[in-house]
């Protein structure tokens, strides 16, 4: 019932931008919380940005700065522009959204390279 797609992901140079997008659809009309994970090769998954309840927004250390998470009102769509991106930010991007229950989508592949 509940489904998450992202999209925007590709291949940058370093120093390029990327915005990346998710959609949530299904019964659940709203979530209290929607970030994004990354999960690079052979490690583990960590977090990038979340926003949760009340505008409370957290990025990791490695992208502030750099990063900026935002979402639409109606609490379904969250964004991750990508500014000056580095290799090391070479991974699967994931969305989550959180109402009760966790729901995450599919990923999307985002890689800097020169």
């Known amino acids: 019932q509940v489904r998450l797609v992202e999209s925007g992901g590709g291949l940058v140079q370093p120093g390029g931008s990327l915005r990346l997008s998710c959609a949530a659809s299904?019964?659940?009309?709203?979530?209290?919380?929607m970030g994004w994970y990354r999960q690079a090769p052979g490690k583990e998954r960590e977090l990038v940005a979340i926003?949760?309840?009340?505008?409370?927004?957290r990025y990791a250390d490695s992208v502030k700065g750099r990063f900026t998470i935002s979402r639409d009102k109606a609490y379904k769509m969250v964004y991750l522009e990508m500014n000056n991106l580095k290799p090391e930010d070479t991974a699967v991007y994931y969305c989550?959204?959180?109402?009760?229950?966790?729901?995450w989508g599919q990923g999307t592949q985002v890689t800097v390279s020169s």
């Open positions: 989550l959204a959180r109402e009760g229950a966790e729901y």
């Open positions: 926003k949760t309840g009340g505008g409370n927004t």
């Open positions: 299904g019964r659940i009309i709203s979530f209290t919380t």
